[in-house]
């Protein structure tokens, strides 16, 4: 049986993708949440293949704390690819990535995806907006759900569904040829302000994307089907 180590599965798609994959896979996890800083932790050996999710996540926070962007998103990231070198590395990289001069999380991600393409087995996973029926603490549907939502703004978003998203990493896996960069989304874009019912301030805001749109034709030629739209 295939020794797979998931970095970040405590989070928010590394809990639900451990849950899919523990009864056909001997799963190690790290977390930072268990203690373990993937800065200095014990990396186990005897690994068949890396899916990593840990990182810093945030677009308004990083702009104010700039710094640990850097330090989980790139410096954590090499050492991981350092020790796995000759080992596949599934990773997350974002749709931000595509403006990285935004913000500092985008220019993590760009980062990153430059540091991957120096290592030969690597496949980027540029997510767009992930949501599930429990969202994400803080996060839009979150703050929707529980009415707490400040204001909209007139962006488009290309928001995938979580079971869609764990059915393209398991795609993914299961295509061992991949690499570089693929786009992980729905394929359909939808304008945030259209999602809300009531009269919510509408706002611009900067240093985010205005749109995204995932291309998802290389995922369609893998079997991919979105089972969701938001």
Wanted: proline letters at 3%.
């Amino acid at each position: 049986m295939k020794n797979i180590l998931i970095t970040g599965h405590k989070g928010f798609i590394g809990s639900q993708l451990k849950k899919r994959l523990d009864t056909n896979f001997n799963i190690t996890g790290i977390d930072i949440k268990e203690g373990n800083n993937l800065l200095n932790c014990s990396l186990p050996d005897n690994i068949d293949l890396v899916i990593h999710l840990a990182g810093k996540s945030g677009v308004r926070e990083s702009i104010n704390n700039p710094e640990p962007y850097w330090k989980n998103n790139i410096q954590a990231s090499k050492r991981l690819f350092d020790k796995y070198k000759n080992t596949r590395i599934i990773y997350a990289s974002s749709s931000s990535q595509y403006e990285p001069h935004l913000n500092p999380y985008a220019a993590s991600k760009h980062c990153l995806e430059y540091l991957a393409s120096c290592y030969l087995n690597t496949i980027g996973m540029r997510l767009h907006t992930v949501y599930s029926d429990t969202p994400r603490e803080g996060m839009f549907f979150d703050k929707l759900k529980k009415g707490t939502l400040e204001y909209v703004t007139n962006h488009t978003r290309d928001f995938i569904h979580m079971e869609d998203c764990l059915d393209c990493i398991e795609l993914i896996i299961q295509n061992d040829i991949l690499k570089g960069t693929i786009d992980v989304g729905s394929g359909q874009a939808v304008i945030v302000k259209n999602l809300v019912n009531k009269d919510i301030p509408i706002k611009e805001v900067e240093n985010e994307r205005k749109n995204t749109l995932a291309d998802i034709s290389l995922l369609k030629k893998l079997g991919y089907k979105p089972k969701h739209k938001v």
